[in-house]
């Protein structure tokens, strides 16, 4: 802000000290709601997260407080330690795999080729579509007598009951996400694609890089910021992934709890056996999740670019 | 380009339009899908191996699915939240945005970072303690434990904040001498110039609102507020064997979002765009 422009306005209003009350008055008023709104239903929830893993309550009786003991008792439930085996699998392969897909998908849609705009889309359109509908659209297809196995059938393999096999529940869901997102993440990279100069390919062209060299030593690298965007929230996506398994497994995560994820879990324990401090001390162990991947991110893919 | 470099690259783009093609399919086939299962007879539907045209084409499937369940009302329950959504974000955001963006006031950056610090924080992770404090506010059971919890979007403040930032400061600088209150500027000088991102974030938050599944489900235990993803959900375990209305349901809920896209895809794009980078 110039200088002259509060000058002036001191003059007229007659003192800096007004003017600045004015504006922080002004500011406050504007930011307020939603400072409410997000104490309330954001920040405050969270810390209340922190509060709750710490008491003994079914939301009917008069919660008593228990200190550290829920904790102990969720790391000692098998079905807690099998809710972190699917969540983490589920972000292990699931997000790696999107963001491959996503990566080379822009980079050829990077090129000089014709119909781009369709294809944009085509590959956008699932990343807005509902996931109660894309999940029900997928339970019919990996239907005992589904499209998925209609096509498997043609090659002579005969499919299992995907989502009803407790062996291919899981992997089903994976499939599910990687075709629900990776279009999203795609429009990321081509974004952070437009930001690499047109000059340095030319450069490599004239050297003599092939295309291959060109991806790896000038695409992959300048990428990053957009590489490390997509890492941290396809790991907080997927850790936390809840719609398609309470959906496709119809709340149960079912079959033998192979699509029990930790956010299903958190569900369970509040809404089926009434442990607010269980599905609390899991929801605390969730943040902890999420937060030491996203810093071990930073520290793998966060730095800035050295050109 | 000379010779054979021409060569290559001609065979490349072949190789890259298979690539995008091929991709292109997989993405397409589910809703193809889903579209021939809605048009089937019940009985053709569960042919297997599966064919790919109706015959007939049962057109009928979409009424009697819109008969058999009250498609309708979660029609209108979805489109009061939505609206209700997208109003509020458009309205709190821009303010909120505005003040980041254009004033200078004590605070200022630590509201900024408690903003950005709740990017991070996604809404399964906190579904939990913010079931209990809706339900403390009594807020189960109505419009308003659905609407709340979206009205205003950390994301949504960041891309209003990012918008302003763009408009040059010169444009504010005559109205502030001329002693314009901030409300006015705010108001009539530069909320008509983020126009482009204005939309943006009405078609972001409306998508998010419209396909939310999990607030609704913690919220409406009582069906005369399901909303579409619920109803759907709820239907589907219901009917569990009912793949053509269940298609038809799945068709009818995604159109709106369908259109919207379609129509303003550039915008959808920005979105993403600029949110995504920072």
């Not at chain 1, 990279?189 to 050297?207: C, K, N, V």
């Not at chain 1, 809404?271 to 929801?283: D, H, K, N, R």
């Amino acid at each position: 802000m110039g200088t002259a422009v509060l000058l002036k306005n001191t003059e007229k209003r007659g003192g800096m000290e007004h003017w600045r009350r004015q504006e922080t008055a002004a500011a406050y008023m504007f930011s307020l709601p939603t400072i409410i709104l997000l104490l309330v239903f954001s920040l405050g929830p969270a810390a209340y997260a922190f509060f709750l893993s710490g008491v003994s309550w079914n939301l009917l009786n008069h919660m008593h407080w228990v200190g550290l003991s829920n904790y102990a008792a969720i790391l000692h439930m098998p079905l807690f330690w099998t809710s972190v085996k699917n969540s983490v699998i589920f972000a292990a392969v699931v997000m790696p795999v999107q963001t491959v897909i996503a990566m080379i998908i822009a980079v050829i849609m990077n090129q000089n080729l014709p119909a781009r705009p369709i294809y944009r889309l085509v590959f956008f359109f699932p990343s807005i579509s509902s996931s109660a509908v894309t999940s029900l659209m997928f339970m019919w297809i990996f239907n005992k007598l589904g499209l998925l196995n209609g096509f498997l059938t043609m090659a002579g393999i005969s499919g299992p009951n995907w989502i009803g096999n407790p062996r291919f529940a899981l992997s089903a869901i994976m499939i599910l996400n990687i075709w629900s997102t990776a279009g999203y993440f795609m429009v990321v990279f081509l974004a952070g694609l437009q930001a690499i100069p047109r000059t340095l390919y030319e450069a490599a062209a004239i050297d003599g890089a092939s295309a291959l060299q060109r991806f790896w030593n000038i695409t992959v690298p300048l990428l990053r910021p957009s590489t490390f965007f997509i890492v941290v929230m396809g790991l907080i996506g997927t850790l936390q992934m809840f719609d398609q398994s309470f959906i496709i497994s119809g709340g149960t995560g079912g079959p033998l709890n192979s699509t029990m994820t930790i956010a299903l879990l958190i569900y369970q324990e509040i809404f089926s056996y009434g442990q607010v401090g269980y599905g609390a001390a899991a929801t605390v162990f969730l943040f902890v999740l999420v937060l030491g991947l996203t810093i071990l991110t930073n520290r793998w893919l966060g730095k800035p670019i050295e050109y | 380009m000379v010779g054979s470099n021409s060569t290559l690259s001609r065979v490349s783009r072949g190789l890259y339009l298979l690539i995008l093609t091929a991709g292109a399919l997989v993405m397409v086939i589910p809703f193809l899908w889903s579209l021939s299962t809605s048009l089937k007879p019940l009985g053709e539907a569960l042919v297997f191996p599966p064919k790919w045209l109706p015959h007939p084409f049962l057109w009928k499937n979409y009424f009697l699915t819109w008969k058999t369940v009250p498609m309708g009302q979660w029609f209108i329950n979805s489109t009061i939240v939505a609206v209700a959504v997208v109003i509020g974000n458009l309205i709190l955001d821009s303010m909120a945005g505005y003040a980041l963006a254009r004033i200078r006031f004590r605070g200022r950056s630590l509201v900024f970072f408690g903003i950005i610090s709740m990017l991070m924080i996604p809404f399964q992770s906190i579904m939990l303690p913010v079931y209990i404090i809706l339900r403390a506010l009594g807020l189960i059971n109505s419009y308003a434990g659905i609407i709340l919890p979206q009205i205003v979007s950390a994301m949504g403040v960041f891309l209003m904040r990012q918008a302003f930032l763009n408009v040059p400061q010169e444009v504010e600088e005559s109205a502030i001498i001329d002693g314009a209150s901030r409300w006015r500027i705010f108001a009539q000088i530069s909320l008509p110039m983020v126009q482009p991102s204005l939309l943006t974030l009405a078609l972001m938050m409306f998508m998010g609102a419209w396909n939310n599944f999990l607030l609704p489900l913690l919220v409406a235990n009582n069906q005369n507020f399901w909303t579409l993803p619920l109803g759907m959900v709820m239907f589907q375990q219901q009917y569990y064997t009912n793949w053509p209305y269940l298609m038809a349901a799945a068709v009818m809920a995604t159109i709106p979002i369908a259109v919207l896209f379609l129509l303003f895809q550039r915008w959808f794009i920005q979105g993403i765009s600029t949110t995504g980078l920072k």
